[in-house]
């Protein structure tokens, strides 16, 4: 099963943007549709934003016009770029497959601690 690294989380201000790595123990990105999930404290894990293997990305309301997926197939690596960031984006991020969260026995990466406050 491929495993997924997640980094590049960190503090940041309201306004203020990170972007995100994701690296897969072995060829992924180009295999798979991909996505960003994220999971806020005392709420369920959601998607964020999917990138099927031709390139096309679709997003969740709550981030689109500030959120970007794409992969780099040649590093093995998924990036989410955020932009204008607002404290309801704060959140443990996570990669995987699309359709993760309903998939049966799903391995999940640590994750990545996004914080955003003053």
């Known amino acids: 099963q491929v495993q997924f690294v997640e980094s590049g989380g960190g503090l940041v201000q309201p306004g203020g943007s990170l972007r995100l790595s994701c690296g897969a123990s072995?060829?992924?990105?180009?295999?798979?549709?991909m996505a960003w999930y994220r999971q806020a404290p005392g709420n369920q894990r959601e998607w964020v934003a999917v990138l099927t293997m031709n390139g096309a990305a679709t997003y969740a309301n709550a981030v689109r016009g500030r959120f970007t997926i794409s992969r780099d197939s040649t590093k093995n690596t998924l990036y989410l770029q955020m932009n204008n960031l607002k404290p309801e984006d704060t959140a443990v991020y996570y990669c995987?497959?699309?359709?993760?969260?309903?998939?049966?026995?799903?391995?999940w990466g640590q994750g990545t601690q996004v914080t955003v406050s003053l």
């Open positions: 072995a060829s992924a990105f180009s295999d798979y549709h």
């Open positions: 995987n497959k699309a359709l993760a969260l309903t998939t049966p026995n799903t391995s």
